[in-house]
């Protein structure tokens, strides 16, 4: 499913069998721990499991095609790789036609191995692109605190974490703490970013 593919509840839809489609959701949404190819495309067609529509039905076995076509695909861990923690964050600006929610986008990797991602509708209306982002970062920079904490009592330690982000105005608003102040509005935890976004 490409990115900027929009579905919305399609109230004049033909209805369709709630248990076939939740069985296909929760089939795909477990295999989403192995293949994050698909986790936006399965997130999106989640989100309407109460009243699943024809046209929800058809793109979730475009995923199921797709699958079928690539099934040899998978996460491919390699011996040797740097041990470097390094997280990735990204989101759109009001893509959810109905609610004008943006959805964020993470991902942790261990040098060029990736451990963690996640696709997730943001809780809140983010008014701007740099808020948008802000919020991915800080959900980013919280799952990246977790592995941090987790390789520290493994004996790894970290002394920097960067966080990869695309939005300039979000990584000003991280690194200087005079814009915190007209921030508050999005109310996270700025302690949380400052010094890890680049």
Same mark, same amino acid.
């Given at each position: 499913?490409?990115?900027?593919?929009?579905?919305?509840?399609?109230?004049?839809?033909?209805?369709?069998?709630?248990?076939?489609?939740?069985? !296909?959701?929760?089939? /795909?949404?477990?295999?989403?721990?192995?293949? &994050?190819?698909? /986790?936006?495309?399965?997130?999106?067609?989640?989100?309407?499991?109460?009243? &699943?529509?024809?046209?929800?039905?058809?793109?979730?076995?475009?995923?199921?095609?797709?699958?079928?076509?690539?099934?040899?695909?998978?996460? =491919?861990?390699?011996?040797?790789?740097?041990?470097?923690?390094?997280?990735?964050?990204?989101?759109?600006?009001?893509?959810?036609?109905?609610?004008?929610?943006? +959805?964020?986008? +993470?991902?942790? $990797?261990?040098?060029? !191995?990736?451990?963690? =991602?996640?696709?997730?509708?943001?809780?809140?209306?983010? $008014?701007? +692109?740099?808020?948008?982002?802000?919020?991915?970062?800080?959900?980013?920079?919280?799952? $990246?605190?977790? !592995?941090?904490?987790?390789?520290?009592?493994?004996?790894? $330690?970290?002394?920097?974490? &960067?966080?990869?982000?695309?939005?300039? #105005?979000?990584?000003?608003?991280?690194?200087? &703490?005079?814009?915190? #102040?007209?921030?508050?509005?999005?109310?996270?935890?700025?302690?949380?970013?400052?010094?890890?976004?680049?």
């Amino acid at each position: 499913m490409a990115t900027s593919a929009k579905i919305d509840k399609d109230e004049n839809g033909k209805e369709v069998d709630n248990k076939l489609y939740r069985s !296909m959701i929760g089939s /795909l949404l477990h295999l989403t721990a192995s293949r &994050p190819d698909i /986790l936006f495309s399965v997130c999106l067609c989640a989100r309407y499991q109460s009243t &699943p529509k024809e046209s929800h039905l058809i793109m979730v076995k475009k995923i199921f095609r797709y699958l079928q076509g690539f099934v040899n695909f998978g996460i =491919w861990y390699s011996k040797r790789s740097d041990f470097i923690l390094i997280g990735y964050s990204d989101a759109d600006f009001a893509g959810c036609k109905i609610d004008r929610k943006s +959805t964020s986008g +993470t991902c942790q $990797l261990i040098g060029n !191995m990736l451990i963690s =991602w996640f696709s997730k509708k943001q809780t809140s209306v983010a $008014l701007s +692109t740099a808020e948008a982002e802000y919020i991915a970062a800080a959900c980013c920079c919280a799952q $990246l605190l977790r !592995m941090k904490q987790q390789l520290e009592d493994y004996g790894i $330690l970290f002394a920097e974490i &960067p966080i990869m982000c695309d939005n300039t #105005s979000t990584i000003q608003l991280t690194r200087n &703490p005079a814009y915190h #102040s007209r921030s508050k509005h999005i109310e996270l935890r700025h302690h949380f970013l400052r010094d890890n976004v680049q």
